[in-house]
């Protein structure tokens, strides 16, 4: 079944300086989806990006697929960027597969 | 448009009490999850609708757990009896369906069981 690896687990940052968060995945996907939780909140949707590349702000992500990874940048960090960082796949099914997740902390 | 909306947002019950958590999907859309988040398990899919159908009801939840979808616009999760390791964050989301469609998470609600 699909397994979904990401990675740093955890990164701390002055702010201002930039991150690139990674995700790979096993198998070919349907979507791709980048999610933040602050701790004790809910997950906010940041990209639905089976493919491609798309910007919102200070935010890119980059899904490869025959490569199997997506990456999320985060330019000119803030420390209201600090938090959870999770990134979920569904192929070929309705289930989405989360991975563990990637701990932010931008230091001011 | 209301995003995906749970009641109540906190809730402490006593071991061997029924709670019932309210999840309204958004407008419009076909599928419906429920899932339990920890910090050491993460999250975990307690029950799947689509189009008010009961596609999954995550296996090991079973025996305490059910999750009901009465109509398009409303879904209940109900645990019974509870117990203190059932002290959790519970997330409702929605998305409009295929398994291949953005999905959208509500606040959630965190769950105190004494």
């Known amino acids: 079944g699909q397994q979904v690896q990401q990675s740093p687990a955890s990164l701390v940052l002055q702010e201002g300086e930039n991150a690139e968060l990674q995700c790979n995945f096993s198998?070919?996907?349907?979507?791709m989806q980048w999610f933040y939780q602050r701790p004790g909140g809910s997950l906010v949707s940041l990209f639905y990006?089976?493919?491609g590349t798309k910007h919102s702000g200070r935010l890119t992500s980059t899904t490869v697929i025959k490569e199997r990874r997506s990456s999320l940048h985060i330019s000119s960090s803030q420390t209201t960027d600090s938090g959870t960082y999770l990134c979920a796949v569904s192929s070929g099914s309705w289930q989405l597969i989360f991975g563990s997740g990637t701990q932010l902390t931008v230091m001011p | 448009d209301a995003g995906v909306t749970q009641t109540p947002r906190h809730e402490v019950a006593e071991k061997g009490q029924t709670i019932i958590l309210k999840c309204e999907p958004v407008s419009g859309h076909n599928d419906l999850f429920w899932y339990r988040q920890t910090k050491i398990q993460g999250l975990e899919l307690l029950s799947y609708?689509?189009?008010?159908?009961?596609?999954?009801d995550g296996g090991a939840f079973k025996d305490r757990f059910k999750a009901e979808m009465l109509n398009s616009s409303f879904s209940t999760l109900k645990i019974q009896p509870t117990e203190p390791k059932d002290s959790a964050v519970y997330l409702c989301?929605?998305?409009?369906?295929?398994?291949?469609?953005?999905?959208?998470f509500g606040k959630g609600t965190r769950l105190t069981v004494v």
């Open positions: 198998t070919s996907l349907n979507s």
């Open positions: 609708f689509r189009s008010k159908s009961l596609m999954e």
């Open positions: 990006n089976p493919s």
């Open positions: 989301a929605s998305s409009l369906g295929r398994g291949d469609t953005e999905v959208f």
